[in-house]
């Protein structure tokens, strides 16, 4: 079974997508998700240029060596654009396997350790009316478990909120709705702005009046998107304490993992991290201290199957969980990945999921369920993911940016 042909095909039903879409001899499909958001053209370029010359003719069969070979023959080692394109080899690779066996891909990372994946969605209000008709909205969804993002007074568009999203395309089309699509498409980035003081303050009141409007049973999530210093991080987890958070996510930037050690002391509140980690040496220290409980990587940005189930496994022997990362960047196929492994792993702890516009599931055909709050990928051989050649062909890709912030004197901050 050798790879015959690899087409890099970029796609922009409601947002730009990257697809590896490579065939074996005998004619088997396979697909991978290699989308990284605002930077989407940098992998094409890695892809076309640097990695499919390297497929053509390669025993498809080999993942393992495949994915050693481009990670070490590289020299030049991790990074989003590295590993989101690897990532992409990675998954195809697996759903050609399973697509040779007959099976679902699930089968072949060790059968179902579960009936189902249970799902966060995202609720989201500019202020607590519109907020409270979000988390209503969710519930009427079938969701079990919901993340709560917040407008705070005084600022006029931070990051999470669905109502702050503009779109170039039009989103107001029958069908086509996004929870919160952060990038915009257009030739710059929008500028958002931040003030810590603020957000501390206000981010305990909207968790208190959920909480009573909503009651105690509920898992709720929160998204800090890396704004916070250590101490700051530390006092928001003591303050929503009593909100019995199922997670509190990204509290401190991304660089300083270990910075997670001082929040730790401070407060119970559960800590998820990592959705722009890339490698498990990016977790392995705060694995090993325990200063998470929730890996945020996804099978896109963390190097595929292979290399996530490494490190997913690693955390198991922590008692660290899965938290993998679903916002609507992640491609169908790359959730089609996240789904087989969620379902296949013993420490899956949450899948998050945004759900996709209309287009993007014509471009994308789907065997995935969604029921009461759960997700199934299906028992279609390989992914159940099939890509719509043509229908892909109607959306070129368009110039899209993910927003920055900048406080009230005009510095840039973490977004
Ligand atoms: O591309 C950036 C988004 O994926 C990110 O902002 C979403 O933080 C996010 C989340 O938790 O879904
Ligand atoms: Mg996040």
Redesign the pocket.
């Known amino acids: 079974m050798f790879i015959d042909s690899a087409e890099v095909i970029v796609t922009s039903p409601d947002r730009n997508f990257v697809t590896l879409r490579l065939q074996t001899d005998d004619g088997l499909v396979g697909l991978g998700d290699a989308t990284l958001?605002?930077r989407e053209l940098a992998v094409v370029s890695y892809l076309r240029d640097h990695v499919v010359p390297l497929l053509i003719g390669r025993d498809a069969s080999r993942i393992e060596d495949t994915w050693q070979f481009l990670y070490r023959s590289a020299y030049w080692r991790r990074g989003p654009v590295t590993m989101a394109a690897i990532a992409a080899v990675d998954v195809a690779l697996w759903d050609i396997k399973a697509k040779a066996a007959g099976m679902p891909l699930y089968q072949l990372l060790g059968g179902a350790s579960r009936t189902g994946l249970l799902t966060y969605g995202?609720a989201s209000g500019q202020d607590l009316p519109e907020l409270f008709d979000s988390v209503r909205h969710h519930l009427e969804l079938g969701y079990k478990a919901i993340?709560i993002q917040s407008g705070v007074p005084g600022l006029k568009s931070i990051?999470g909120i669905a109502s702050n999203a503009t779109f170039e395309i039009d989103q107001t089309a029958e069908g086509v709705r996004y929870d919160h699509e952060?990038?915009r498409r257009a030739a710059l980035p929008f500028e958002e702005d931040w003030d810590t003081r603020s957000y501390l303050r206000h981010i305990p009141t909207v968790f208190e009046a959920v909480r009573n409007e909503f009651g105690p049973a509920i898992p709720l999530l929160h998204?800090a998107?890396h704004r916070l210093t250590p101490i700051q991080a530390a006092r928001l987890g003591k303050d929503l304490e009593p909100f019995d958070l199922f997670w509190l996510?990204?509290v401190t930037p991304a660089e300083n993992p270990e910075a997670l050690r001082l929040v730790r002391q401070h407060t119970t509140t559960p800590l998820a991290i990592g959705?722009i980690f890339n490698t498990v040496w990016d977790f392995q220290q705060i694995i090993r201290e325990q200063l998470i409980d929730y890996v945020?990587g996804a099978v896109t940005h963390m190097g595929g199957i292979s290399h996530l189930r490494k490190t997913l496994d690693y955390a198991a022997q922590y008692q660290i969980k899965s938290g993998m990362?679903?916002?609507t960047?992640i491609s169908p196929v790359g959730m089609a990945a996240a789904m087989h492994l969620g379902l296949a792993i013993h420490n899956f702890g949450i899948q998050?999921y945004?759900q996709h516009g209309e287009r993007t599931n014509v471009v994308f055909e789907q065997s995935f369920t969604f029921v009461d709050g759960m997700l199934h990928p299906g028992e279609r051989p390989g992914l159940g993911v099939e890509l719509n050649v043509d229908a892909a062909g109607e959306y070129p890709y368009v110039q899209a940016y993910?927003p920055y912030n900048r406080l009230a004197d005009g510095t840039v901050h973490d977004w």
Request: proline share 10%.
């Open positions: 958001n605002g995202h993340r990051y952060p990038a998204d998107h996510e990204d959705e945020r990362h679903g916002p960047d998050e945004m993910l």
